[in-house]
């Protein structure tokens, strides 16, 4: 069965470091992956999606994942975290099924330290 | 500005009662999506529509009901059925139901147990 793991719940960095949050799935083709973040008590917004092609994935505010097959990770990284990237950030994969089409990691929080 | 909104922002349910919570969409998306998110864990999907007087079930439907009897509207009745509905709740839309087609998010709504 398809799945998605994010296997920090919690990540505190400080202002102007860089980032990686983790991401590690389980899916026997192909996989369709995507981060999105969800600031406190709002909608979740997509910061990038990985169909095929370049492993290298440019998202927005300055985002960027990796696509490694061999290690079935989908790492989501920034050079250097700002106050507002501060919430909660969800790995998806895109799955084959009638029941849903997405299924979701549990999330990472990211705090900055000042 | 095309975009989802859901109300009410807080919802209170009182034992035995029936809520609902409303979801309305201008992004002419055909799809639309119900999610329950729970602290510390993923998005799960509760119903899905894929066209207007037609949804499906999703992996928590249980307690559950909709409908969708206009394209730019799903809202998702909350029964006296369902026993633990304290969450908060996700909308989302998108063009079709791919797996590779990024879903919209609404800015959730949530629900308090009296």
């Known amino acids: 069965a398809q799945s998605v793991t994010q296997p920090d719940i919690h990540i505190t960095v400080s202002e102007g470091a860089s980032l990686e949050l983790r991401c590690n799935y389980s899916y026997g083709a192909t996989p369709y992956l995507f981060w999105y973040v969800q600031s406190p008590g709002q909608g979740l917004q997509l910061l990038l999606k990985?169909?095929?092609?370049?492993?290298l994935v440019q998202g927005i505010k300055g985002f960027e994942a990796e696509f490694k097959r061999s290690q079935s990770s989908f790492n989501l990284r920034k050079p250097s975290v700002h106050w507002s990237d501060a919430a909660e950030y969800f790995c998806a994969v895109g799955r084959y099924s009638s029941a849903s089409k997405i299924i979701f990691g549990s999330g990472t929080r990211l705090s900055i330290r000042p | 500005d095309g975009g989802i909104t859901q109300s009410p922002k807080y919802l209170f349910r009182k034992e035995g009662q029936n809520v609902t919570l409303s979801c309305e969409q201008n992004l002419n998306h055909d799809a639309m999506y119900w999610y329950r998110q729970d602290p510390g864990q993923g998005l799960r999907l509760i119903y899905y529509?894929?066209?207007?007087?037609?949804?499906q079930k999703g992996d928590i439907a249980e307690g559950y009901s909709v409908s969708r009897e206009k394209k730019e509207s799903f809202p998702l009745t909350v029964t006296s059925a369902q026993k633990n509905p304290t969450a908060f709740y996700l909308c989302a839309s998108s063009s079709e139901t791919s797996r590779t087609e990024t879903q919209y998010f609404g800015p959730g709504t949530r629900l308090l147990v009296l």
């Open positions: 990985y169909f095929s092609g370049d492993t």
């Open positions: 529509s894929q066209i207007v007087n037609d949804f």
